[in-house]
């Protein structure tokens, strides 16, 4: 019988681990969130503590528990506003660039005829 580790190593879309956990969903979230659930479920997964002393049961158990919570943060919210990924958590900013950056920019840029 495959251990659940080897089970999950099959799945590879949110839908996957969603069906394959039980949890329920609307498929408009996941279109729009998948990649977004999947990071946070991870994130989730590597902060969960003692996952390493449960049994496969229980494990099951904590993982749909903590995929569970992933989706529903994308259900009451957005990947822009959660800001799993770093593009969004740059985005939260105004990205600055120096003045003096842009002088020597243009400065070479006329030295070198361009």
């Known amino acids: ?55 496969e049961v229980q494990t099951f158990r904590r993982y749909r528990d903590l995929l569970t919570q992933a989706y529903t943060d994308f259900t009451v919210s957005s990947g822009v506003r959660e800001k799993v990924f770093k593009v969004f958590q740059d985005a939260q900013g105004v990205q600055a660039v120096p003045l003096a950056s842009l002088r020597q920019s243009l400065a070479e840029r006329r030295s070198a005829g361009v």
């Open 1 to 55: 019988m495959d251990t659940l580790s080897q089970r999950l190593q099959h799945l590879s879309s949110a839908e996957d681990f969603l069906r394959f956990f039980g949890v329920p969903y609307e498929e408009r979230v996941v279109q729009v969130n998948r990649l977004h659930i999947l990071k946070r479920f991870h994130q989730y997964l590597k902060a969960a503590p003692g996952l390493a002393e449960l049994d």
